[in-house]
């Protein structure tokens, strides 16, 4: 159920960034929309899975700036790339607060034993 969740929230995002960089919403504030979607999306990442996910977060917004030079459609994938590197990154803070909650807790309850 989690995963379909995670999924699900992944999905949403990455959809509202692509419309968010074409269309203007009013009335939505998109940043922290995606900022949310991906924190629920980051719960469900490995560990494996995770240094793909810091490499995206990293190398979208560099293409973001290469693709502004773009004529005509250079913004808004410029702006598309922004969104979903947003979306990424606040993947990977949920994944890495995980991940330190769960060393922390093996490392506390090792002083236990």
């Given amino acids: 159920m989690l995963g379909k969740i995670c999924g699900l929230a992944r999905a949403l995002a990455i959809i ?6 074409f269309v203007a919403i009013p009335g939505l504030d998109v940043t922290l ?5 991906g924190l629920v999306a ?3 990442y490995t560990e494996d899975s995770l ?3 810091i490499l995206l977060a990293l190398v979208l917004p560099l293409s973001g700036v290469a693709l502004a ?3 005509m459609v250079g913004a808004q994938l410029s702006a598309v790339a922004g969104y979903m590197a947003l979306g990424a990154a606040s993947a990977v803070a949920s994944c890495v ?3 330190t909650f769960n060393t922390l807790k093996g490392d ?3 002083l236990t034993k």
């Fill in 108 to 110: 506390l309850t090792g």
């Fill in 33 to 37: 929309t995606i900022v949310v979607l």
């Fill in 97 to 99: 607060a995980l991940l």
């Fill in 69 to 71: 030079h773009l004529p």
């Fill in 51 to 53: 240094r793909g996910l």
């Fill in 42 to 44: 980051g719960i469900c």
């Fill in 16 to 21: 509202l960034a692509v419309v968010a960089g």
